[in-house]
């Protein structure tokens, strides 16, 4: 078990230690995977990559972090089962398919594995409130990884914001989080720009709920305000939600494969991957700045650093949108 008077000392050999375990495993996998056979990602007209690619990030990461969880944090086995529980589902998923009917059931069960080991206090309202928001985090993270590096950027950035916030007050969090964003450094040696592997479901969807499970849990134990966990991942949440939203009004099937999310625009005007990825870790890196520099000013000054961020994001959003009317017309000449 993690020790209080000793955590900011065992909080980066832990996150170094599944580093390495990742990279290894990730190593030995490709090793194996010469024909590109495990879990592989074909190209088609909603990708923006151009080769085969497999997806077995999922493999090393979530194997590394449900054990690491039982062993050093015990306190938090049953997030840790629903993360391996998801993973088992969404590899399937992979593999086989499933529809979003399946794929909802199980994500609810996660959801429900959480709410009712850790929140049976909270009122009604709250109970359905956290679940749907918990929902939403899974499928977000999920929505979010499609670009080299995006989505091991913001688990590097977002977990460790929450393993430094969490290191005084919760050692098992804060242990819990900086394994998950020791493994994105991992992951993140063969994912990033030229991509050798993708993260697939079976690693994406669990990340998103150990966002949102670890927020949740320190937003009940008063390790953080309930702001926290979202401006710490408010450039997945900007883009993920607006995008919904518009696709909703346009009465289109959001569980469907798409190229409109706000990343993937500037991936497409700009040909490749890496200078909009550096912008997205960039705002990634802000965000969890701010979060973390927020817990130790004034309410009113959280309250206006919160309002100023999202002014940020909105002119940001307004700008890639501008940008994208000007290329589609371009395009059209």
């Not at 150990?210 to 390790?223: K, T």
Request: aromatic letters at 14%; charged letters at 10%.
């Amino acid at each position: 078990m993690l020790d209080v008077s000793s955590i900011w000392f065992q909080l980066p050999g832990l996150a170094l230690v599944a580093a390495a375990t990742v990279a290894v495993i990730l190593r030995c996998l490709l090793a194996l995977d010469k024909s590109r056979q495990f879990a592989p990602d074909v190209p088609n007209h909603r990708s923006l990559h151009t080769q085969i690619t497999p997806r077995i990030g999922g493999w090393a990461m979530v194997p590394t972090i449900v054990i690491g969880m039982i062993f050093w944090t015990r306190t938090l086995w049953p997030i840790a089962f629903a993360a391996l529980f998801l993973a088992f589902v969404s590899q399937f998923d992979d593999r086989r398919g499933l529809s979003a009917r399946v794929r909802f059931a199980a994500h609810g069960l996660a959801v429900l594995t959480v709410m009712l080991g850790f929140s049976l206090s909270l009122a009604g309202w709250q109970f359905v409130l956290i679940s749907f928001l918990l929902l939403w985090l899974i499928n977000l993270y999920n929505f979010m990884d499609g670009a080299d590096g995006l989505a091991g950027g913001m688990a590097l950035f977002g977990f460790g914001a929450y393993a430094m916030a969490a290191a005084a007050a919760a050692p098992d969090l804060a242990g819990a989080a900086a394994l998950v964003a020791g493994a994105a450094v991992g992951f993140l040696v063969f994912n990033w720009s030229p991509a050798r592997v993708f993260l697939g479901d079976a690693g994406s969807v669990p990340l998103g709920f150990l966002a949102g499970a670890l927020g949740f849990l320190g937003w009940l134990r008063e390790v953080w305000p309930f702001w926290f966990p979202a401006l710490v991942f408010s450039p997945f949440i900007a883009d993920a939600s607006v995008t919904l939203c518009k696709r909703l009004l346009r009465g289109e099937k959001f569980w469907q494969a798409h190229r409109t999310h706000y990343y993937q625009r500037m991936i497409q005007m700009n040909g490749n991957h890496l200078a909009p990825v550096r912008v997205a870790c960039g705002l990634m890196a802000a965000s969890a700045g701010l979060a973390l520099i927020g817990l130790h000013v004034s309410v009113d000054m959280q309250w206006t650093g919160l309002a100023v961020w999202a002014l940020i994001l909105i002119l940001l959003g307004a700008r890639i949108d501008y940008r994208w009317l000007q290329y589609i017309r371009e395009g059209t000449r």
